[in-house]
């Protein structure tokens, strides 16, 4: 098991990294000590994994949410009837909640705990690789609006972040490469040396070796820590993290929630910022061809599949949280390895990308 | 105008207390730097102080989202009305919002402004002598679920609070008693003195002597800013400030929101607080008189005046956010001017409380 530290001052917290930690009593017992537990997970996950997470947890007061999986149900009537069975069960304001699944889990759960008589303890325990080395990570939690993805949210720490790499097993293919956008985001943004690694590796992590999978969890968790340790509330260098982001998340919204995986809309997403950024000529074709290509390898799509409005996903990104007064504001790149801040961006500039990286609305005009 | 100041380091902000505020341009400008500006009030409000405050804000592009008026309309769904309203509008993270009215307005309008894309800037504005001396200060926010009040919400503090002693003339007569029990309260935890001076000039206080009023703000958010500067999270001493309110919560859930001002629930929870203290010999009778007698006189109920079983309070009580494992806790009083720490407090010396304060239930039993 290896053990990262994100430090925020008294809200510091560890990471676990290793296999097996889901049903780790000696860990849980090291960070629960409320006698009430609140489970939330899906119904993918919790056939896997519920039960031996419970055997852990011997002895306290369980109760159990299981959700139906996918992105769909990240909303506020989840989170009404997690609290609905916080409030029915009486738990107190010093009562646990463990968040067993991916993203979707994670955020929610995250949410509902800090919101749930303004905040109680919560744990992440994230199951898929995008969960494990993005979102558990960094106290981002939220849930969707019809108008905007992670639109209702609040920053809340977890206690402790357990990332059981033995869950990645029984994680489909598509799950697997959602979570491989997100890693390699974290070589584009700041981690040349770790691209270059990615670029080698990328079947070794698609075949499931372990040790390479350890590695690339280790790796971007250290990357995710630094930022969000120097800029907890994004007012600088954490909205780097976002790159590929304000594209994804509109695409998401605007092909309704599920249609793509996170990391798939990030990865289209992530090909727009760089058409953008060669556009603007900050970035080399060259460097273009090396991200592409090396998403293409990790499975991931680099043009959106489905006709969508370039005017709706615009319309999309303006309400896009790194904008400042309703003026789009993007993460673009500089090369591989160094992300700019959030830099205001004419629309004709965003339009001469959406429509390069958009296959024609069918019928011709696309608004 | 005077202007104190809550000291938590980088959240730290100024109250201002004056006549004319709701409308101070300067006052405005020094704080809010967007342009985008949502305001919410309700349908009480806005006919009376709306016009004139969106003069003070010219040159803003301003939203403006009227509630119906009461505790009833603060919910989960009243939220989802500002957040769509937000989104429709494209208002960025750097957006200001304005709560402009009492205490729902107040605790309603911080939730929203915190969940908004995780946290934008908010003013509080509050137009009712119980926000101005409580609710507006110290950022307790939050909305109401069927099983208990203020059970969804977070700590998140405001920009500024703009107490303008002005919109106190025209406040129902029953309002201005409800803020009194707030008043009062300050006296009995922490400031004996102040218990006197109110014990002087309760009636100046109802005949809206401005002097008197002003005073009563003054030395009661001095109060507020104080615990809250030592305790902004409620880990220790903040919890005083909730004598009566366990009881109190529980009775406006119970009576159904909206039944009793909120003042009146907390007048009371107080003296069912103050019977409990001498039941457990910690307060002189001598006390507890003084104490019932000068919430009479503020035009305040001490008893409740519809049967309520003391089964469902001790139910509702249960969940109460100073509960550990669900074990029940109170503020109670050794002295005027002197609160406990949450106190575990046995199941049934809390009964014999209630079946003393509570009116028969209709036909009998009360189980």
Same mark, same amino acid.
């Given at each position: 098991?290896?053990?990262?530290?994100?430090?925020?001052?008294?809200?510091?917290?560890?990471?676990?990294?290793?296999?097996?930690?889901?049903?780790?009593a000696?860990?849980?017992?090291?960070?629960?000590?409320?006698?009430?537990?609140?489970v939330?997970?899906?119904?993918?996950v919790?056939?896997?994994?519920?039960?031996?997470?419970?055997?852990?947890?011997?002895?306290?007061?369980?109760?159990?949410?299981?959700?139906?999986?996918?992105?769909?149900?990240?909303?506020?009537?989840?989170?009404?009837?997690?609290?609905?069975?916080?409030?029915?069960?009486?738990?107190?304001?010093?009562?646990?909640?463990?968040?067993?699944?991916?993203?979707v889990?994670?955020?929610l759960?995250?949410?509902?705990?800090?919101c749930?008589?303004?905040?109680?303890?919560?744990?992440?325990?994230?199951?898929?690789?995008l969960a494990?080395?993005?979102?558990?990570?960094?106290?981002?939690?939220?849930?969707?609006h019809?108008?905007?993805?992670n639109?209702?949210?609040?920053?809340?720490?977890?206690?402790a972040?357990?990332?059981?790499?033995?869950?990645?097993?029984?994680?489909?293919?598509?799950?697997?490469?959602?979570?491989?956008?997100?890693?390699?985001?974290?070589?584009?943004?700041?981690?040349?040396? !770790?691209?270059?690694? =990615? %670029?080698?590796?990328?079947?070794?992590?698609?075949?499931?070796?372990? /040790? *390479?999978? +350890?590695f690339? #969890?280790?790796?971007?968790?250290?990357?995710?820590?630094?930022?969000?340790?120097?800029?907890e509330?994004?007012?600088?260098?954490?909205?780097?993290?976002?790159?590929?982001?304000? !594209?994804?998340?509109? =695409? %998401?919204?605007?092909?309704?929630?599920?249609?793509?995986?996170?990391? /798939? *809309?990030? +990865?289209?997403? #992530?090909?727009?910022?760089?058409?953008?950024?060669?556009?603007?000529g900050?970035l080399?074709?060259?460097?273009?061809?090396?991200?592409e290509?090396?998403l293409?390898?990790?499975?991931?799509?680099?043009?959106?599949?489905?006709?969508?409005?370039?005017?709706?996903?615009?319309?999309?990104? *303006?309400?896009?949280?790194?904008?400042?007064?309703?003026?789009?504001?993007?993460?673009?790149?500089?090369?591989?390895?160094?992300?700019?801040?959030?830099?205001?961006?004419?629309?004709?500039?965003?339009?001469?990308?959406?429509?390069?990286?958009?296959?024609?609305?069918?019928?011709?005009?696309?608004?």
């Open positions: 098991m290896k053990t990262l530290q994100v430090d925020l001052g008294a809200r510091s917290y560890p990471i676990y990294i290793g296999a097996g930690l889901h049903r780790d000696e860990v849980f017992a090291r960070h629960i000590t409320a006698r009430q537990v609140l939330l997970t899906n119904d993918i919790a056939p896997l994994y519920l039960e031996s997470t419970l055997t852990g947890l011997g002895g306290k007061r369980i109760e159990t949410v299981v959700l139906p999986d996918g992105e769909s149900y990240k909303t506020i009537d989840s989170a009404m009837q997690v609290w609905d069975r916080l409030l029915r069960s009486k738990f107190s304001r010093n009562a646990c909640l463990i968040a067993l699944g991916g993203g889990i994670g955020d759960g995250g949410f509902t705990a800090a749930y008589q303004r905040g109680i303890p919560f744990i992440q325990m994230p199951t898929t690789l494990q080395v993005d979102s558990s990570v960094g106290g981002k939690t939220g849930v969707n019809p108008l905007g993805k639109m209702i949210g609040a920053f809340y720490q977890p206690l972040v357990l990332a059981d790499t033995e869950t990645l097993t029984t994680l489909a293919d598509r799950e697997l490469s959602s979570g491989l956008a997100e890693v390699i985001k974290y070589g584009l943004i700041r981690d040349p040396e !770790f691209f270059c690694w =990615i %670029e080698a590796n990328v079947e070794r992590l698609l075949h499931r070796d372990a /040790e *390479a999978l +350890a690339a #969890i280790e790796r971007s968790c250290i990357n995710k820590a630094e930022v969000v340790s120097a800029d509330h994004e007012s600088g260098v954490r909205a780097t993290l976002n790159l590929g982001h304000t !594209f994804g998340h509109a =695409i %998401e919204t605007a092909a309704g929630y599920g249609t793509y995986l996170h990391g /798939e *809309a990030v +990865a289209i997403g #992530i090909c727009m910022a760089t058409d953008l950024s060669i556009r603007l900050w080399s074709r060259e460097d273009g061809v090396r991200i290509e090396l293409r390898r990790a499975r991931l799509p680099v043009r959106l599949t489905s006709a969508l409005s370039p005017h709706r996903i615009l319309d999309l990104m *303006a309400v896009d949280k790194k904008n400042v007064d309703g003026r789009l504001r993007l993460i673009l790149l500089r090369a591989i390895g160094e992300a700019t801040l959030p830099m205001e961006i004419a629309a004709e500039s965003v339009r001469a990308t959406l429509e390069q990286c958009l296959p024609p609305l069918k019928g011709g005009r696309s608004h």
